[in-house]
């Protein structure tokens, strides 16, 4: 036990009593323990680089280069990746990547390069390793736009895992985003990120790091193009990064610069190379296609937090039909579940929780049920005991199950790195389902416990099966939460084969997408919480993981009225909306702000609510492509410098461009245009871009434009799709696709293509594909005829 787990030791003794802190004691002392008997102590270590080439072997799609004290093996896949491996390390067995490895090119092939190195040129791309083992990726072109130095390798004498260190270099005018949910973002400005899921035990802020989910992806966009590296090993590691600066040195360009330190794993990693919509869905097709979320999943979802029962859950539900605001999903936290049985509902609080789970649902109205980690280690109860006779809890080095600390008591954890024990919690999974639950969200997943927070709940010595290959808590930790969101996932599938499984997870890695999305956690209440809560979303998006959100107002204390109308204006245009309210939330219900504030609060949900088949479309858009629904303003044009530095202003898919509010006091705004002509959707004035301009941001909405020429989907005042088109720049065309989602199944559904056209002085749209130009199924509604386009 080191200070700091005596100094988090004392404030539990402190705040949760004696006893409470006294367990917390135990188990941090047990931990501490079962490290140092369980792992090698670290002792003389000798530094490796790879050495000089001594030979080549050509193979599939690149081939293996033998330097003197390493081997590198190249590989470009059929869709255009790279992947490079050193000491032999190749794609696979790997948590991120959905099923096998991409088939190799056959075109591509490994050939001599100047001074000695090789290189391997593909259709998209070009590698280039140089004699002592640095690598460099190319354009088409020949234009640098990533070098890795060699790497170097410090290893135990004694034996076992090695550190290891990549440095690597970019483009001067390059700028780094992703990292997976960071607070700070997106745009990731200089300093040191680090890769471990971690809970900090508070509400988090803009300099909050590592949180929940982390995971080792990098987007790069500089002027020469776009490309996404991925190192893939789950162990502990810091990525160093640093700006570069054009013109730094006599005139010199000063090269941005990454350096990863990993404390194990294979040196192992794939690029991609392209637009920003290319490399999302190549990425897509290695780590799997974002899981469907339900249609009634993408509107808006209330979380209670505190032990109100059923009774106080009925006035909410009716708080929100009474003052005509719309409700699809009511999230439950922990306190409708006995705090000493897993699964178990508290009888008392709900005693019929089956009946009124059916009665919500008449009304479109979802329960989730909030599902821990950590099962409490209850003699006597259904869940632990059936855990002990499966051998399904993690373990440490000396056979022991590992104990945690949450709530009243102590608690196990199961080892969701084995496909056994994750069919066994999809077992647990299916009676919650019973329950009335339509979906679940994951907690205490990174995993944690009241233990230390910050620091892993279990010890890193505990043993997992890692699918059979065994190994130990440095690298089982950050795909901990990932594999529960599989077991939740797959247990849901099972249970119901006819709909759409529902799974957040706080925590997760590289391909949590292919199970379901993400929420941030709980986020600082104030103005840098609410940036904050965009950026989270921003970065896990360009990650891969187009469903995320953050929960409106956050639960550290009261907002202002202002600040929660604000928050909840910005999560009405993100993937997950979630408010939420209890005795436990610093926040309280729309009507308890006022009339002013209630009155806006309901233009906003109903807007989501109008907006709901567009949303549905950009769910089935990213299923397809990979594309994130939210997306920042360079996404279409990375090479303009202006936008790569916007951080307060996205992109809701191709159509609209949402300008959140995110100062206290502010009646106006500064926007910033990607070019083409943008019409106010409130106004309809029309402005030209690229520029900036200043709109206007009441206390009643946030800024939001469309796209000239975009088809936006929409639900019409009888509640059928409805088509809201903007009319193009004169002289010019547009056009959008429509997805239409008859409901929660699983079958794909039809994407209609439109194009919109100036003929005769009138706006047309047509639907593609259909012979001599097709009418559109559905009501078509034309805006921006009107007012010359500002600048």
Partial sequence: ???????????????????????????????????????????????????????????????TVRFGRSELRVRVAMNGAVFWGWDGSGPEPSYALAGRCPEADPRAVLEPDKDGGWRVVAERVTVVISRHGAIEVRTPGGVTLRRDLPPRWWEPQEGGPGRWMQRSEVAADARFFGLGGRTSGPRLRDGAYRLWNTD???????????????????????????????????????????????????????????QLRMDGGPLRCWVVVGTPARVLFVWASLTGAPALPPAWALGHHHARSGSGGEQELRQVVAGYHEHGLPLDAVHLDIGHLDGRRAFTVDQERFPKLPVLAEELRRDGIRLVSVVDAAVPATPGDAVYDSGIAEGAFVRDASGRVVHGVVGPGESVYPDFTDARVRAWWGDRCAERIEQGFAGFRHGLDEPTSFTAFGEPTLPRSARHSLEGRGGDHREAHNVY?????????????????????????????????????????????????????LSLVLGLGLC?????????????????????????????????????????????????????????????????????PYFVTLAHLARR?????????????????????????????????????????????AVRLPRGLWYDTATGTAYEGPGQVLVDAPPER????ARAGAVLPVRGADGGLELEVWAPARGRTGGGLVV??????????????????????????????????????????VRGLGGAPQT
């Fill in 544 to 612: 891969g993981v187009p469903y995320s959100g953050a929960g409106v107002g956050s639960r550290d204390g009261r907002p202002s009225a202002e600040l929660y109308l604000r928050w909840l204006q910005l999560g009405a245009y993100l993937p997950l909306f979630r408010t939420h309210a209890g005795p436990r939330a610093g926040c309280g219900e729309p009507w308890e702000y006022g009339a002013d504030v209630l009155e806006h609060a309901r233009v906003a949900l109903l807007e989501r609510r109008r907006l709901l």
């Fill in 625 to 669: 492509t990979g594309a994130p629904y939210v997306r920042p303003l360079w996404w279409a044009a990375p090479e303009e410098r202006a936008l790569r530095d916007c951080e307060d202003a996205f992109l809701l898919g191709d159509c609209l461009l949402v300008a959140p509010v995110l100062e206290p006091g502010a009646g106006r705004r």
């Fill in 200 to 258: 900090p035990g508070r509400a988090v802020g803009r300099r909050d790091d590592p949180l929940h989910l982390t995971m080792p992806v990098q987007l790069v966009v500089a002027d020469a193009g776009t490309h996404l590296v991925f190192h893939d090993t789950s162990w502990d590691g810091t990525v160093t990064l640093r700006e570069g600066e054009e013109g730094a040195g006599s005139g010199h360009d000063r090269a941005g610069t990454s």
């Fill in 740 to 781: 239409r989602d008859a409901g929660d199944g699983r079958d794909d559904a039809e994407v209609e293509r439109y194009v919109v056209r100036w003929a005769g002085g009138k706006v047309v749209v047509e639907r593609e594909g259909e012979a001599g130009g097709g009418v559109p199924p559905h009501p078509v509604r």
């Fill in 1 to 63: 036990m080191d200070g700091r787990d005596l100094v988090r030791s004392m404030k539990t003794v402190g705040s949760a009593g004696a006893a409470q802190g006294l367990r917390t004691v135990r188990a941090a002392w047990r931990r501490r323990r079962a490290d140092a008997a369980g792992l090698p102590a670290r002792g003389a270590e000798r530094a490796r680089v790879p050495g000089q080439v001594r030979e080549v072997e050509p193979g599939p799609g690149g081939g």
């Fill in 702 to 705: 946030v800024p939001v434009l």
């Fill in 481 to 533: 939460g990932l594999c529960m969101a599989r077991a939740g996932y797959e247990g849901m599938r099972g249970r119901l084969p006819e709909e759409r499984p529902f799974v957040l997870s706080r925590s997760g890695w590289a391909g949590l997408q292919r199970y379901g999305g993400t929420w941030s956690g709980d986020v600082a209440t104030g103005w840098p919480g609410l940036r904050a809560s």
